[in-house]
């Protein structure tokens, strides 16, 4: 079945640690990817996005995330997490073609914390 | 900054009632999607608009859910003869769509059901 897989459901590190959290998809063609986060209390927001050309594209509060197209991967980084990245992150895909143009597939989450 | 708004932001109602959900998106956004989202899971994919027709429905929208979008501004989701498995966060989200194609959505903080 097509999916959206995020490998990590909970992780544990502590300010200034790197981050990398993994997101794999089984969907074959056009796709674009979104990572979207949540702080706790408050909706979901869009951290980053690849549509199309560079595949290391940069989101806000010094997140990015590597398309590696041969993987079907998007993993999001960021080099030295603080204490207010606390949140679940949650990988979405959107199939550019086909009868399923507008639904986001999203992966089950992985909720961070970051201890100070 | 008038983001996705959804009313109620809660809502506890006995099994079998029926309950019904709106949304107004952002007002310059042509797509409206409704996703569920239970615990420990991502959102999943319901339904969605493209102005006021309704594009597409998943197989998760049983005959006992509707959606509407009548002058497609707000939509309302409706569920008949609410059961236990019903009880969810109901997510809201809109976008638009331009000449780049569908732009990242942008969801609202959510209609949570309890249902007794």
């Known amino acids: 079945a097509q999916s959206v897989s995020q490998h990590n459901h909970h992780v544990i590190l502590s300010e200034a640690a790197s981050l990398e959290l993994g997101c794999n998809y089984s969907?074959?063609?056009?796709?674009?990817l979104f990572w979207y986060v949540q702080y706790p209390g408050q909706h979901l927001q869009l951290l980053l996005k690849?549509?199309?050309?560079?595949?290391l594209v940069k989101g806000i509060k010094g997140f990015e995330a590597e398309f590696i197209k041969s993987k079907f991967s998007f993993n999001l980084r960021k080099p030295s997490v603080q204490w207010s990245d606390t949140a679940e992150y949650f990988c979405?895909?959107?199939?550019?073609?086909?009868?399923?143009?507008?639904?986001?597939?999203f992966g089950r989450g992985t909720q961070l914390t970051v201890w100070p | 900054d008038t983001g996705v708004s959804q009313n109620p932001r809660h809502k506890i109602t006995k099994r079998g009632q029926n309950v019904t959900f709106r949304c107004d998106p952002i007002?310059?956004?042509?797509?409206l999607y409704w996703y569920r989202q239970t615990l420990g899971q991502g959102p999943e994919f319901l339904t969605y608009?493209?102005?006021?027709?309704?594009?597409?429905k998943s197989r998760l929208l049983s005959d006992r859910f509707s959606a509407e979008r009548p002058k497609g501004s707000f939509s309302t989701l409706e569920i008949q003869r609410t059961e236990q498995g019903d009880s969810a966060m109901y997510l809201c989200?809109?976008?638009?769509?331009?000449?780049?194609?569908?732009?990242?959505?942008?969801f609202g903080d959510g209609t949570r059901l309890s249902i007794l």
């Open positions: 989200a809109s976008s638009s769509l331009t000449g780049e194609g569908n732009q990242p959505q942008h």
């Open positions: 608009f493209q102005n006021e027709a309704q594009l597409e």
């Open positions: 969907y074959g063609g056009t796709v674009n």
């Open positions: 007002s310059e956004h042509n797509r």
């Open positions: 690849y549509f199309s050309g560079d595949p």
């Open positions: 979405a895909v959107n199939v550019v073609r086909g009868s399923t143009l507008g639904r986001l597939y």
